[in-house]
């Protein structure tokens, strides 16, 4: 099976093209060889795992994706279409948001407000709503926005200060999901959560790809990695070896190939 030909994860199931498709990426820092000509390819409606030790180089694939990271050589291409993005402002415009472990909320500002942070002048939703600064109209599009990704949070006009971390991730989550189009970057947004509230962002995951929207997600939590995911990647020292589905592998196949065991095993399917 070709890479083109790679049927969706679990949502539509029929062949797609890819949204997101990285050839030949390499990232060097100095003599650091963070990335190694790693190919990959995100599609429609796919929540897709990438795992691999500290300084494997997720974050710098991630970052290179969002625009925050220019490669060294290789090419990006959104739906189907070479990109080359100069800042995370250019990656956002074409779609690709990104939700970090620190989720770059201000907790000093309403839910709807860091809904539309960075974006009150150009305020168009995911249903092609336009309108001025208009306070009122942007509150009740962040209920529609998070109705959609069924975040259940009191008020709109909560201080995101005052919500749990859970909640917190959960506005972050719908905020990506309210601007992103093509996919939404998660580097360990889950970390600093709590085991519930963890499951929850898992759940929240599953309904943004649900609607067509596919993650790449960066965890070290295998179980939720495990769970979440419909294709699991697996980046040692800077290379891609491993493309896993769930059920073709376990958590200690997952593990082997995140130390490099499985590798060195002749039985181990990539
Ligand atoms: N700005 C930088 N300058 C020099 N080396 C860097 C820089 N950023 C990352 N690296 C190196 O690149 C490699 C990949 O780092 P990266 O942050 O992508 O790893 P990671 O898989 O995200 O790790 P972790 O799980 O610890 O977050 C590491 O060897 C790291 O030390
Ligand atoms: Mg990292």
């Avoid at 820092?29 to 190694?36: D, F, M, Q, V």
Wanted: hydrophobic share 40%; charged share 20%.
């Amino acid at each position: 099976m070709t890479t083109e030909e790679r049927p969706t994860g679990g949502h539509g199931g029929a062949s797609a093209r890819p949204v997101i498709e990285v050839r030949g990426i390499s990232k060097r820092y100095g003599s650091i060889h963070a990335l190694r000509d790693v190919d990959m390819s995100i599609f429609p409606g796919e929540v897709v795992g990438l795992v691999g030790d500290n300084g494997a180089g997720k974050s710098t694939l991630v970052n290179i994706i969002a625009g925050a990271l220019a490669p060294t050589s290789g090419e990006i291409l959104v739906d189907g279409a070479h990109v080359s993005f100069k800042s995370p402002t250019d990656a956002r415009d074409a779609g690709i948001e990104t939700v970090y472990q620190d989720l770059a909320l201000a907790p000093d500002l309403s839910v709807w407000q860091n809904l539309f942070l960075g974006r009150e002048r150009t305020v168009r939703g995911p249903l092609g709503w336009i309108g001025w600064l208009d306070r009122r109209a942007m509150a009740q599009q962040s209920v529609t926005d998070l109705e959609r990704t069924r975040i259940r949070i009191s008020s709109v006009a909560s201080r995101v200060g005052r919500l749990s971390g859970g909640q917190r991730q959960a506005v972050a989550v719908g905020r990506a999901a309210a601007w992103g189009s093509k996919v939404i970057l998660m580097d360990e947004p889950t970390a600093a959560l709590g085991v519930e509230q963890q499951q929850k962002v898992g759940e929240l995951i599953k309904t943004v790809a649900s609607h067509g929207l596919p993650v790449l997600l960066i965890s070290h939590n295998l179980p939720q990695v495990y769970g979440v995911c419909d294709r699991i990647l697996v980046l040692f020292h800077g290379r891609l070896i491993a493309d896993l589905r769930p059920e073709e592998t376990d958590m200690d196949g997952i593990v082997g190939w995140i130390t490099g065991a499985a590798m060195l095993s002749p039985g181990s399917a990539r």
